[in-house]
């Protein structure tokens, strides 16, 4: 089955500018992640979706950040406007339910660099 | 809150040889916990978790961890190390039984294989 895919790969951009990721989780997979890892550090969980509504967004800097899965498959993931510190890896999730014996499955990730 | 701790940031060893990585938890109710590995430019893998099920946890790749509630420890452990085996790895907690893949995670170990 074809895994969690994430686009761009790599992204360039400069600080105040604006950046979208995009995240396309497996097939029949209600819930989905957004995780940012900056270098050196474990992954920091930015929102949870079930379906289409958010389930946490708790860590989600929500002054510059903003994520939305509007028909509860696709989801993408924006940065207005981008700081330094905001270079990382987006991890995009996703797994069948939210129960803790249901596995989420990772994809490769968007390495954006803000300079 | 909950929270993991991963003693090392790096550790080597020689092929062959056991593999020990070491987690500890901080939680206020049962943990859930988990392990991942991340190869370079990759997502991440899940290892192996416990549910509260057997406190012995047997994964992929031959890996196994231990939960011990008296040392609020869940240390990764593989009898001989392979080449293959070098990456980085992740002990993560979750929220709660309900909280499926909103994970909590360690700072991460760099394991690296000597030939």
């Known amino acids: 089955?074809?895994?969690?895919?994430?686009?761009?790969?790599?992204?360039?951009?400069?600080?105040?500018?604006?950046?979208?990721?995009?995240?396309?989780?497996?097939?029949?997979?209600?819930?989905?992640?957004?995780?940012?890892?900056?270098?050196?550090?474990?992954?920091?969980?930015?929102?949870?979706?079930?379906?289409?509504?958010?389930?946490?967004?708790?860590?989600?800097?929500?002054?510059?950040?903003?994520?939305?899965?509007?028909?509860?498959?696709?989801?993408?993931?924006?940065?207005?406007?981008?700081?330094?510190?905001?270079?990382?890896?987006?991890?995009?999730?996703?797994?069948?339910?939210?129960?803790?014996?249901?596995?989420?499955?990772?994809g490769q990730g968007t390495r954006l660099t803000v300079v | 809150a909950q929270s993991v701790t991963q003693l090392g940031s790096h550790v080597s060893v020689s092929e062959g040889a056991l593999v020990l990585l070491r987690c500890n938890y901080s939680s206020s109710v049962p943990p859930y916990l988990f392990w991942y590995v991340q190869y370079p430019n990759q997502g991440l893998q899940l290892l192996l978790k416990y549910t509260s099920a057997a406190t012995l946890v047997k994964g992929i790749n031959g890996f196994e961890a231990e939960f011990k509630k008296s040392e609020t420890s869940f240390h990764l452990t593989k009898p001989s190390a392979h080449m293959s085996d070098a990456a980085e790895y992740f002990c993560a907690v979750s929220r709660g039984e309900t909280s499926g893949s909103r994970l909590t995670f360690g700072e991460g170990t760099q394991l690296t294989v000597n030939p």
Do not use: M
């Not at chain 1, 995009?22 to 209600?30: D, K, M, Q, R, Y």
């Open chain 1, 1 to 106: 089955e074809a895994g969690v895919a994430q686009s761009p790969r790599y992204k360039i951009i400069e600080k105040r500018q604006s950046v979208a990721f995009w995240c396309n989780p497996i097939s029949g997979h209600a819930t989905l992640y957004w995780y940012q890892q900056i270098l050196g550090q474990g992954p920091k969980l930015l929102i949870q979706f079930q379906n289409n509504g958010v389930v946490d967004d708790s860590q989600l800097p929500k002054d510059r950040f903003s994520a939305e899965r509007l028909k509860g498959v696709d989801s993408t993931l924006k940065i207005q406007p981008a700081k330094l510190e905001d270079s990382a890896v987006y991890l995009c999730a996703s797994s069948l339910g939210s129960g803790v014996n249901t596995e989420a499955f990772f």
